[in-house]
């Protein structure tokens, strides 16, 4: 979409110049609100067009039916989806007698910024009404990252060319009518009307719904104030079970404004009363009253500039990437930020692709760079599993397991995947939950995290693999039968990442109890247990392709038949809308990242020689279909020394929400693929690994030819350490905190505060680049220049 000639490209917001109906859902996505508590879709004030009217509530949802056409023991037998609550954000204008509605009339101007900087969507129209009355507005909205529970919008409008009578009316709509869902099997499956009226309330300015959601049993209250300034202003509050209104008319003489502040708070709970939750979101409400517009913009300006200050990536040689990098990065932070006992699902809070449902997107794209940058919302996402610990447990169970078995996908904790070959069998989600844990105790030192939570996870997952796998005649520990990252395998023996992962998981957990020796027997874990842990992770098995000189990304993988690409057209992708999974089953086809991810996350577990011919192998027969690809492809590009490629991979996963590269932009954002973008510059192009707990944390920066600058910071500890390269040499300043030892390009540095070191980079010698599958070659990157836009 940056590529619509309506988008600019510019270093702190995303401006969209003038309204296009056709891409109306996706910009609905793109400029959503959101503090992982609330999301605001960037519906239009009047609410209408509307592409997905959309408002949530992180943890919010309602339970569906997951029917089977042949049922099996240990099928999930309930959905979960995220709901549409109470829409807030509706303002609607009446012009003399006329709706404002940019359909009809003249609309002579229409903007929308995201203000990365302020936390702010503004929005500024001009419009002549069919009758000819032209009118200004001029709209603020945000979702307090300070105040968890307030969302507020500043609302403005001016009459320009004569008098004109303005109704303006303030609207809480619940059970608003939604679009029909689309064949997309990610997409939505909508409850009707999922919210069941339990109150409401108006006096003067002010509105109160509260709902219960039927099924999952949760009470949800949503209110609204307005201060208003104008000079004559009638108004009227009024409600009903779906619909609180406060309506203002006045008067307005040309060049006369009228100025609605709309406090709007929610609350929910499945435990709290009805006062209770009345009581809550009046609460919330005053105290955002108290703050004041000013103070919540100032506050939310403050938030933002601290995020910044830890966050920031800067980049010089690709402007589009600079502004992806840091609208990724709000991003990320709007998912993560306040979520606080809640899942970041994999659409954030911007819509409801997927129902809603967190995958292991979070622990393995989202939370790395929420480690190194707002660890503590990596705590929360963790301590979130942790509290779905005695489902996952009660599901090892029911699965004849021991240990805990987390949820493919999920919104409260229960699996919520009614296709097991992808769901249930993706075993690996358990390891991703540990390399989490793993690598946040690394990054930060949380001892206080690692015994009440760490522990624990560790310990129950260990369990998981300890049973699901075993010793063969050989001795070798094998876990057959299980689904890698790879979707177009599936259950599938020995898929070397899901054996990699448990063999850290498996170590890690041995190491963690006898650290804590007194916690881990409260767990139940002795001596043996201990042992065979160890045992199990030094016996893993990794199969290798002696013939061809590869690792299968499962035993037998090299040997299936290869997929015609000589058949697939452009349209074909992706490929499981087109084709048969049985036949994406049984050949060499790789949706996604599966060795490829393995060699970044356990990249200690292969040679350079073997990176650099997997990587190349697998490029032939990766198709991309999964948005979480191409970040991982652009890290080990980068590790393998196609630099270039690198490039093009980190210009995919950054763009593909603003570009929407996968057509599905409309249900909402690809969380994991923006937090890709951070993850192919600093673990790409920075170089960042850090393996072992004892060992220093490493950087390899190298640069293609079209980025010139890069600069990053990361925390460790309670160091932070800003990286900066360019192609001469990376300098490494300690910006504050305790003398941090490094490994660049395999050297030890040790730097110091105020005593930045800079090292050259090792020249490297471009190795002819691997090939794609037909269809799926990147678009090349090339150059860039300087502060210019690189459209192409
Ligand atoms: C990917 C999964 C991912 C899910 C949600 C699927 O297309 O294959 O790996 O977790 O999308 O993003």
New binding site residues.
């Given amino acids: 979409m940056i590529r619509h000639p309506a988008f600019t490209v510019e270093p702190w917001c995303v401006r969209a110049t003038r309204f296009d109906l056709d891409v109306l859902s996706q910009v609905e996505s793109v400029f959503a609100l959101s503090n992982g508590h609330i999301g605001w879709r960037a519906n239009l004030d009047e609410g209408e067009p509307n592409g997905l009217p959309g408002s949530y509530l992180n943890g919010v949802w309602e339970q569906r039916p997951l029917p089977y056409a042949e049922a099996g023991y240990g099928y999930p037998e309930a959905g979960q989806t995220v709901i549409n609550v109470t829409n807030g954000k509706l303002i609607r204008l009446l012009v003399n007698d006329e709706p404002f509605d940019v359909r009809y009339g003249t609309l002579h101007e229409h903007e929308m910024v995201l203000d990365l900087r302020a936390g702010l969507l503004r929005r500024t129209v001009e419009w002549t009404s069919p009758a000819g009355r032209r009118v200004r507005v001029e709209s603020v909205r945000l979702v307090s990252l300070t105040q968890r529970a307030v969302a507020a919008i500043c609302y403005d409008v001016q009459v320009l060319d004569g008098p004109a009578r303005v109704v303006v009316q303030s609207e809480l709509v619940s059970n608003e009518q939604l679009p029909e869902v689309a064949g997309d099997p ?1 997409a939505a499956s909508a409850v009707p009307d999922p919210l069941r009226p339990e109150a409401h309330g108006s006096h003067q300015l002010w509105a109160q719904l509260v709902h219960r959601t039927s099924g999952s049993g949760l009470r949800v209250g949503c209110a609204m104030d307005h201060v208003v300034e104008g000079s004559n202003v009638q108004s009227v509050a009024e409600s009903h079970p779906d619909l609180g209104r406060v309506t203002l008319t006045a008067e307005l003489k040309p060049g006369q404004r009228l100025r609605v502040v709309k406090f709007v708070a929610y609350g929910w709970s499945g435990v709290r009363s009805l006062p209770g939750i009345r009581a809550q979101v009046d609460a919330a409400l005053a105290s955002a009253r108290q703050t004041g517009w000013d103070g919540l913009v100032a506050e939310q300006r403050e938030a933002l500039n601290r995020f910044w200050d830890r966050a920031d990536v800067e980049l010089d040689g690709d402007s589009e990437i600079q502004q992806a990098v840091r609208f990724a990065l709000f991003h990320v932070l709007q998912a993560g930020a306040r979520a606080e006992g809640q899942a970041i699902p ?2 954030g809070l911007t819509g409801p692709g ?1 129902n809603g ?1 967190t ?3 979070s622990e393995t794209f989202v939370q790395p760079v929420l480690t190194y940058t707002s660890p503590r919302a990596t705590a929360f996402a963790l301590r979130w599993r942790h509290s779905t610990l005695p489902l996952a447990k009660e599901r090892a169970a029911q699965l004849g397991l021991r240990g805990a078995a987390f949820p ?2 999920t919104i409260h904790g229960e699996e919520c995947s009614s296709y097991w070959p ?1 769901g249930t069998a ?1 075993f690996h989600v358990s390891a991703d939950i540990a390399d989490a844990v793993i690598r946040y105790a690394r990054a930060t030192g949380d001892t206080d995290f690692e015994q009440s939570v760490g522990l624990e996870l560790l310990v129950e997952t260990a369990r998981l693999w300890r049973s699901l796998g075993h010793h063969d005649a050989e001795g070798r520990f094998r876990i057959d039968g299980v689904t890698g ?3 177009y395998s599936a259950v599938a023996d020995n898929n070397i990442y899901t054996n990699l992962m448990a063999q850290q998981n498996l170590r890690a957990a041995a190491v963690w109890g006898h650290r804590y020796p007194g916690k881990a027997r409260d767990l139940g874990v002795d001596e043996e247990e201990l042992a065979q842990w160890h045992d199990a992770a030094d016996a893993m098995f990794i199969p290798y392709d002696e013939e061809l000189g590869v690792h299968p990304q499962a035993e037998g993988f090299t040997e299936h038949k290869e997929w015609d690409f000589s058949v697939c057209t452009d349209d074909d992708y ?1 490929l499981f809308l087109h084709f048969p999974y049985f036949d994406l089953y049984r050949k060499q086809v790789t ?2 990242a599966d060795l490829v991810l393995a060699m970044f996350l356990r990249g200690d577990a292969f040679t350079a020689e073997e990176k650099s011919r997997n990587f190349d192998y697998y490029e032939r027969i990766t198709v991309r ?5 191409a970040c991982v492809q652009a890290v080990l590009a980068a590790e393998v020394g196609h630099l270039s490629l690198a490039h093009d991979y980190l210009g995919e996963a950054a763009l593909m929400d603003l570009d929407d590269l996968e057509h599905n932009t409309r249900d909402g954002l ?4 923006l937090a890709g973008t951070w993850i192919a510059l600093v673990y790409g192009l920075g170089g960042l690994r850090h393996y072992h707990d004892e060992g220093p944390v490493a950087f390899s920066p190298l640069l293609p030819e079209g980025i010139t600058r890069l600069a990053f910071n990361v925390f460790l500890r309670k160091q932070r350490l800003r990286v900066s390269v360019v192609h001469d040499g990376a300098t490494y300043t300690l910006e504050s905190g305790d003398p941090v030892r490094l490994l660049h390009h395999g050297t030890e540095v040790v730097v110091t505060e105020r005593a930045p070191v800079t090292m050259p980079l090792p020249r490297t010698e471009p190795r002819p680049a691997p090939t794609q599958p037909r269809g799926r070659v990147p678009e090349h990157r090339g150059t860039g220049s300087a502060g210019a836009p690189t459209r192409r």
């Fill in positions: 990610r994999a659409k997927y449902h995958f292991w997107d493919w996908r992808a993706a990252p790879d979707e992706p949706k996604q279909d999964s948005s979480l690809s690809h969380i994991a693929s």
